[in-house]
């Protein structure tokens, strides 16, 4: 691979080859409340533990099917937990388990266990489903010395299963674990409910209507913040937020402001426990219309367990009361209940837990009598292992400060993500009077550079107004590069921005031509509009534009600003950066089109699909897409690949048609070799495997650009522009002598990408030597790390690097303070 190689260092990396399954049984169950994508996970614990040559059991209907034991607890094989992946809910099943909480239920539980071998147990489940098995684990050698005496089992039986071993993974739509960013089913009911939205919105502004909606989340107030930051709601009401008293003044108040500028739509959410801050209960439905004003629509969502200031609950009803009798608005009331349960996994669920699957088998396979009942989970973008009732005790804990209505210590134990979720969202939720804005005399520009993704609108609305919120005056740049040394430029306001966050493309207009020929006519539309800072929104072309106005400075003293990019791309090619905006929704693009071709696949029996997918040279989206799509083979350019291996793959799905999975599906990324072409690959399938099975192919395209962001595009693009502008803040202060702003040393020309666990500030020019120019990649990728795994899900051999598996963290209860270059996400 010309350009990619990496210096050469000490290999320091384990794998897992020597960590055997022979001779160990594992049973998968899922408890409590369902979530999508907990099907993934059962699918990779399953196909991980038989791959490494344990005996792996279906514990049907949780709890209730281990006490009940007989045809409750089956052995799983590889073709059966085939098709899994794209559905919703458990097809394993879950229940409710009175009896597992009695003594008598566990001991019934752990002899159902004993005879069939199974001393290794993965849960998938909440927090009380996780402090169940918990305690199933602390009463285990108990349990086995009873039945011992009442001679269901022998002495060597109790000996040879005295270590129970624990793995939990977090699922759960509601987000409410302490100790992970995002638990299984998190990100597809925000799918549900911005879908929901994004619906309602288009009916509510022919009416100039306000809706208010009710979300679930009864303790937790996740679904209802993050989907208002996704849809740019209004208000919202949460557990761990309670509005202050006079609550129903402000927010009539502020809905009737939002009208008066102008602005068409406003949205108000609550959670299902929405309470105040003395306990009443806050509903959805209590706002004197003045349809003078132009804004058409309000929409509220309520979370499920709102309360405002005295606990008082707030419902829906109440606010629709509300709204009704203080503005006169039209306003219905939606409640949303189950569908946030339902429908299919988005790709980021089937990612996660796939990948939290394979580490919950490794944990089982590496732990000792000594090792604690651990819960794998995500933080940032890394996989961790944390004492499971650590987490649990750190939940329970943030009830409790709720309970005693320490409402701020709440939001602290939820964790920085929720934190720095609200923080940003009080930013960008109310237009502060110009009396209390800064006083600051800067003007900021944006502008999107680059192919046009998802989330793009909604990190430059979040710009806007935060900018706008820090005392910035805020200019447009449209069409890029090109619209810059044109002079397309022109202020933009608070108003300008609204319904922006589900607006896919590029509403300011993007195009890939670069700076560096027309740096003498930047500086000159810089001067005329005195421009003291610059936010760059956009792809490759967008980091080369950077080293090439930094490169301009000497020439150029009006270039010596400070500088700023956000990555957006649907490729996720930035060096700098694990992720990037709008590659989120190319990945649920590719995935949903690879379910509808695997059901058409299914239907004809025996025939293999060809896929092609964007991304240039970087195969991100073939990798990843073919991970949560359950691609058989992938191809890309960053792992070369011969006419033998193309072999190998025609030959590993022969094999595989004479399973009972007659289908096939093979990725490959549009540039991954310039001889085996799509038509190639596909002829070669064809010729190779006649007689055996068919072949079809289908290039994606521009389809995998369109479309309304996904929840975690806009809610990333959101928080990063955010941020990016408080850099721009501060870094405007640190430069500004002698009545102008002067920026010319490299740490003010910066890319703000997400590295593992945090969001950091890096000056472009020290990425340099970390990228590719030629093939427009990043010479180290994080993301190749799960190529193995999703070879291993597809029955391929191979070597898998577990290096940053199997160290055992704590959770954190004092944070090291953030520095100014890196800040959690």
């Known amino acids: 691979m010309a350009g990619t190689a990496a210096p050469k260092r000490q290999d320091t990396r384990k794998f897992f080859e020597n960590l055997s399954g022979a001779g160990k049984s594992i049973a998968v169950l899922t408890s409590g409340g369902d979530a999508q994508g907990m099907n993934a996970a059962v699918r990779a614990v399953v196909r991980m533990g038989i791959y490494v040559g344990a005996k792996v059991y279906f514990i049907h209907e949780g709890y209730q099917g281990m006490v009940d034991g007989g045809d409750n607890i089956k052995e799983a094989t590889w073709e059966s937990v085939s098709s899994m992946l ?15 909480r009695a003594h008598e239920g566990r001991l019934k539980a752990a002899h159902n266990l004993v005879q069939r071998s199974i001393t290794n147990l993965c849960v998938i489940g909440g927090d009380g489903s996780l402090t169940g098995a918990n305690l199933f684990r602390e009463e285990w050698s108990g349990l086995l010395d009873e039945l011992v005496q009442q001679g269901l089992i022998d002495n060597e039986a109790a000996r040879s299963h005295s270590e129970l071993h624990i793995v939990g993974m977090v699922g759960s739509i509601d987000n409410d674990f302490c100790g992970t960013d995002m638990t299984i089913g998190t990100d597809s009911a925000l799918h549900r409910i911005i879908e929901v939205v994004d619906a309602i919105m288009t009916t509510a502004q022919s009416h100039q209507r306000t809706f208010v909606l009710e979300v679930m989340g009864r303790h937790c107030g996740y679904l209802a913040l993050v989907s208002a930051l996704a849809c740019g709601a209004d208000w919202v009401f949460i557990p761990e937020m309670p509005p202050e008293d006079g609550w129903e003044d402000s927010m ?22 929405a309470i105040d801050k003395q306990g009443q209960p806050i509903t959805s439905g209590f706002v004197k219309d003045n349809r003078a004003d132009k804004k058409r629509l309000n929409i509220i969502i309520v979370a499920e367990g709102a309360i405002d200031s005295h606990n008082k609950a707030v419902t829906p009803d109440y606010i629709k009361e509300l709204v009704v009798r203080c503005l006169g608005f039209d306003t219905r009331v939606t409640i949303l209940g189950h569908v946030q349960r339902g ?12 990948r939290m699957g394979v580490e919950a088998v490794l944990a089982l396979l590496e732990a000792s009598a000594s090792t604690p009942a651990c819960v794998v989970s995500l933080v940032g973008n890394q996989a961790v292992r944390l004492p499971l009732m650590e987490c649990v005790q750190m939940t329970q804990e943030v009830q409790k400060a709720m309970d005693e209505k320490k409402f701020e210590e709440a939001v602290r134990l939820r964790g920085r993500s929720f934190e720095n979720n609200l923080s940003t969202y009080r930013l960008l939720s109310y237009r502060k009077p110009d009396s209390e804005l800064p006083n600051s005399t800067f003007n900021v520009a944006v502008l999107n550079v680059g192919a046009p993704s998802a989330g793009m609108n909604a990190a430059v609305r979040s710009a806007v107004r935060v900018g706008i919120t820090e005392g910035h005056k805020m200019f447009a740049v449209n069409d890029g590069f090109e619209g810059f040394y044109k002079g397309q430029i022109k202020e933009i306001k608070w108003g300008d921005v609204g319904g922006w966050t589900g607006q896919g493309g590029s509403l300011l207009g993007t195009k890939r031509t670069l700076p560096g020929k027309h740096l003498d006519k930047i500086a000159e539309q810089i001067r005329i509009h005195n421009i003291n800072a610059l936010l760059v929104i956009g792809g490759f072309e967008a980091y080369v534009g950077l080293l090439e106005l930094s490169s301009g400075r000497d020439k150029y003293s009006e270039l010596c600003v400070p500088m700023v990019m956000v990555p957006a791309t649907v490729s996720n090619n930035i060096p700098g950066s694990d992720l990037s905006i709008g590659s989120d929704t190319a990945l649920n693009a590719i995935t949903d089109t690879c379910d509808r071709i695997k059901q058409s696949a299914s239907g004809t029996k025996r025939r293999v699909f060809i896929i092609e997918t964007m991304g240039g040279y970087c195969g991100y989206l073939a990798t990843v897409g073919g991970l949560a799509a359950g691609a058989d083979t992938v191809y890309i350019y960053e792992e070369p690949f011969d006419i033998r291996d193309l072999q190998g793959n025609v030959e590993h799905l022969t094999q595989k048609m004479k399973t009972s999975i007659q289908r096939g599906l093979v990725l490959r990324n549009e540039n991954c070799n310039e001889n085996f072409t799509t038509d190639f690959v596909y002829q070669l399938y064809s010729e190779e495997g006649r007689g055996v099975f068919d072949c079809r192919k289908n290039i994606l395209g521009h389809m995998q650009q369109g479309g309304a962001p996904s929840p975690f595009d806009r809610n990333f693009g959101t928080k990063v522009a955010a941020k990016a502008i408080q850099w721009i803040t501060r870094t405007l202060k640190d430069s500004y002598k002698g009545g102008r702003v002067f920026a010319n040393s490299e740490d003010t020309v910066c890319l703000l990408g997400m590295r593992r666990r945090a969001l950091v500030f890096q000056p472009v020019s020290q990425l340099r030597d970390e990228t590719d120019f030629v093939h427009r990649i990043p010479k180290e990728q994080w993301w190749l790390k799960l190529r193995p795994l999703m070879k291993i899900l597809a029955k391929y051999k191979t070597s898998y690097d577990v290096s940053d598996s199997g160290q055992l963290e704590h959770v954190t209860r004092i944070r090291p303070k953030e520095s100014k270059t890196s800040e959690t996400i």
């Not at 794209?86 to 097809?91: M, S």
């Open 252 to 273: 009539c108040q502020k809905l009737s402001e939002s009208r008066s500028r102008g602005s068409r739509l406003n949205i108000i959410i609550v959670a299902e426990g």
């Open 86 to 100: 794209q559905v919703g809910g458990t097809v394993i099943g879950s229940a409710r388990c009175k009896e597992f």
């Open 343 to 354: 429908g299919t996994p988005s790709a980021f669920d089937r990612i996660l837990a796939s």
